[in-house]
């Protein structure tokens, strides 16, 4: 399906809606889970520029890339949930899916506060993802598995702020280990500032690293870029994560 037909007329640096839902090329969906908990408000020094302005600014310069991307134009699909301000939000595209080519991607400004309901959130991940297959299965476009990325600055609570035991951390593992050796998808954890590591090594025990704030945006061009891959994503996504942990850690 990659030799798809492009009408007459159409440039290469133009993007064909039709060209694209048609399944030009194979589809890589892409899920982003972003932390937007009260503690993205950062400390009340006016001097330190806030993680959530930080966020946006990075969300900004992701969507830019997104939009230019030749390698990803008929490649690459996107959701983005949000977890914390608002509790668990879907922020839908411009035709009301939340699953948006990458090309038409629109950066949401987004806001922090209250909890941080990450379990709720990969929850939701996992219905979209589910429910984003049957879809491209139906319409008879060839895809990738699923990648699932969360990014997170603390460690899951319930909807009173309390922190969720190791006995939860264990059982939403487990899901996430069952559901990946099901091949239904792989999953990505990446912490910054003060993220519960121990969590994040739980839930994703070969796919959690951390990042430092002015790396944001490439965090988030990176794992898009993955998409780019015509044979392996998932292995491409997790080279990609292996290498920005090492340029951390030199």
């Given at each position: 399906?990659?030799?798809?037909?492009q009408?007459?007329?159409?440039?290469?640096?133009?993007?064909d809606?039709?060209r694209?839902?048609?399944?030009a090329?194979?589809?890589?969906?892409?899920i982003?889970?972003?932390?937007?908990?009260?503690?993205?408000?950062?400390?009340?020094?006016?001097?330190l520029?806030?993680p959530?302005?930080?966020?946006n600014?990075?969300?900004?310069?992701?969507a830019?890339h997104?939009?230019?991307?030749?390698?990803?134009?008929?490649r690459?699909?996107?959701?983005?949930?949000?977890?914390?301000?608002?509790?668990?939000?879907?922020?839908d595209?411009?035709?009301?899916?939340?699953?948006?080519p990458?090309?038409?991607?629109?950066?949401?400004?987004?806001?922090a506060?209250?909890?941080?309901?990450?379990?709720?959130?990969?929850?939701?991940?996992i219905?979209?993802?589910?429910?984003?297959?049957?879809?491209?299965?139906?319409?008879?476009?060839?895809?990738?598995?699923?990648?699932?990325?969360?990014?997170?600055?603390g460690?899951?609570?319930?909807?009173?702020?309390?922190?969720?035991s190791?006995?939860?951390?264990?059982?939403?593992a487990?899901?996430?280990?069952?559901?990946?050796?099901?091949?239904?998808?792989?999953?990505?954890?990446?912490?910054?500032?003060?993220a519960?590591r121990?969590?994040?090594?739980?839930?994703?025990?070969?796919?959690?690293?951390?990042?430092?704030?002015?790396?944001?945006?490439?965090?988030?061009?990176?794992?898009?870029?993955?998409?780019?891959?015509?044979?392996?994503?998932?292995?491409?996504?997790?080279?990609?994560?292996?290498?920005?942990?090492?340029?951390?850690?030199a």
């Open positions: 399906m990659s030799d798809f037909f009408p007459e007329g159409a440039q290469d640096d133009e993007f809606l039709i694209f839902s048609n399944g090329q194979k589809r890589t969906t892409l982003f889970l972003l932390d937007t908990s009260g503690s993205m408000n950062g400390a009340k020094d006016a001097s520029p806030r959530i302005d930080e966020l600014d990075a969300v900004e310069k992701w830019a997104l939009n230019s991307s030749p390698d990803l134009r008929y690459a699909e996107l959701a983005l949930v949000t977890f914390g301000d608002g509790g668990v939000r879907v922020h595209g411009k035709d009301g899916s939340p699953f948006s990458a090309a038409l991607f629109t950066a949401p400004k987004l806001s506060g209250g909890v941080t309901p990450m379990f709720e959130a990969i929850r939701t991940a219905d979209l993802s589910e429910r984003r297959k049957r879809e491209l299965d139906e319409q008879g476009i060839q895809r990738f598995r699923p990648l699932i990325f969360m990014l997170s600055d460690g899951p609570t319930d909807s009173q702020g309390m922190l969720l190791k006995d939860e951390w264990r059982a939403m487990a899901q996430l280990a069952d559901l990946e050796a099901r091949r239904r998808f792989a999953f990505f954890a990446v912490g910054v500032s003060n519960d121990g969590c994040l090594a739980t839930l994703a025990p070969d796919s959690n690293w951390p990042i430092d704030h002015d790396a944001l945006a490439t965090f988030l061009i990176e794992a898009s870029n993955s998409a780019a891959d015509d044979d392996d994503p998932i292995k491409v996504a997790r080279q990609r994560m292996q290498q920005m942990g090492k340029n951390r850690d």
